[in-house]
């Protein structure tokens, strides 16, 4: 979860917000919204354990052809698009302390030499990821500590409320912004996409998906609170790299070089784990359609390598024809849509299958269903009036998955599937 949007979101929500208390209240807002969709998710998959995120569960609880949609927008943007932005990010961050190297070049070079890793062995892959996940954390719990002890000169940034934020409060600006912020949060269901892969999935998988979403909001609100506490509001604006720009502010010109190259390096666990979750979304679709059969070959480590290449090509195509922003935006509409149908698919479910088992249980159901859908609805509204281009965009792609749906149906009738 912890990656691209923590460090490159402020810097968006700058330009239209000033407010320490509003922007703190975003990842408030965004991280309960994260939490009751990990809540949502956790029954789905003790209910229906296989591996595939909302392929699996929107097939089941609406409609194959909307489970396959969703799996061909997870395929195609779902994880590729973050997978590249997140490359982009560790080239920007990387690049700002060697302009003599191609951000570009950086960003793919990512992206292959930890395809190569994942690719491999499940013992190859789970020491890479454990790895860089652990370093990434120290590095964070650094940073904080250094910023809140070692600030030379903290700004007047004012984290409690006043009677001028409430209009920013209920603005578009906020509901736009909630993109990026719920953006940073994507990966709160990660673990749904390995579901076969866990042991014991009914019970681990509500652990995993809880207990990792509510220390993310937790390191999230005190990063932000660092950035804004150790840099000038107008230093972070409109600046990608906020968190070299904090660095600079903490450390100097020789600390923010050091700093810069170890977020660049803690980014890695950001597209590592997607290289590694998204692709069995792939695994499981080959297994369903004879299309895309190949897809769900595995290596003799059970690792389903083709696949992961396949994502890694996409996220390469991203790279090398996307600018930052345009892709975010439009992965982060086609993510909110698959999500909101995978929710709204709890309230079904308990209503068309009451007698489904159901290891865990959502807690005060359907309150959290409802925050989840009322919020994610509020940010899709305005997305589509502020942000058409890249929105109807995404529409059109989940809306190409269910029009190719019938044809790949009669096509597993014809091969017995």
Known sequence: MVGTGVFTSLGFQLESLQSGFVLLLLWVVGGITAFCGALCYAELGAALPRSGGEYHFIGHAWHPALGFAAGWVSSTIGFAA???????????YLSAVYPGLSPTGLAASLIVLLTLFHAGTHRRSAWTQQGLTTVKLLLLLGFITAGWLFAPAPQPVRFWPS??????????????????VNYAYNGWNAATYLTSELPEPQHSLPRVLLLTTALVVLLYLLLNATFLHVAPMSDLRGKLEVGVVAARWIFGESGAWLMSVALSLLLTSTVSAMILA???????????????????????????????????????AFVLTGTFKSVLIFSGVALALCNVLAVSGLIRLRLARPGLPRPFRLPLYPLPALWFLALM??????????????SWGSLALFASGIAVWPWLKSDSARNGR
Request: net charge positive; hydrophobic share 50%; charged share 10%.
């Open 163 to 180: 009677l001028p934020d409430v209009p920013q409060v209920f603005s578009g600006a906020f509901a736009v912004s909630l993109v990026y």
């Open 377 to 390: 609805g509020w940010t899709l509204w305005y997305l589509f009036q502020q942000q058409p281009w890249q």
């Open 278 to 316: 998204g692709p069995r979304v792939l695994q499981v679709m080959g297994e369903d359609y004879p299309l895309f059969r190949k897809l769900a070959r595995t290596n003799a480590d059970g690792i389903p390598a083709r696949a992961i290449w396949l994502q890694s090509l996409i996220s390469l």
């Open 82 to 92: 973050p997978v590249a932005l997140a490359a982009m990010t560790f080239a920007a």
